[in-house]
């Protein structure tokens, strides 16, 4: 478990795979990531099997934390987000950091710059202590 000042972000397991997806290209917030609805000409929306295969297991399970790992944002006891990063089809080296909320409700207030803080603090001292 990782503490910000307003969120606490826990690791994701595979049981939140479902939910990430639909926060993330079934919601109201799609819109900010993908493009205007209906048709997200910006980004198309991936299949459920498409997130699946892009967003591996590991990612929700930490067995390879050099390749990829989401944590759930929560904030007052309620989920309301994910900040993940993934290294595997990047060059060497190279991570693609991520994040996003489940509802606009969610967005705007610091949640996700509070999440980030710590969060980074959480890989340099993983990844110095592995390197």
Known sequence: MIRGRKVILV????????????????SETTKSHAG?????????????EEFYSDYVDYCF????????????????GESVGLISY??????????????????????????????LCPWGNFLIETWASAN
Not at 11 to 23: H, I, M, N, Q, S
Not at 61 to 76: V, Y
Not at 101 to 108: A, D, F, L
């Open 36 to 48: 205007p609805p209906p048709d997200y000409p910006h980004t198309p929306i991936p299949s459920f």
């Open 86 to 115: 993934c290294s595997y089809h990047m060059k060497p080296n190279k991570s693609e950091f991520d994040i996003w909320m489940n509802s606009e409700t969610h967005c705007g207030k610091g949640l996700g710059s509070d999440a």
């Open 61 to 76: 399970t930490g067995a390879q934390p050099q390749n990829g790992r989401g944590f759930i944002i929560q904030h007052g």
């Open 11 to 26: 690791p994701a397991t595979l049981g939140d795979k479902p939910r990430v997806y639909a926060w993330c290209f079934n």
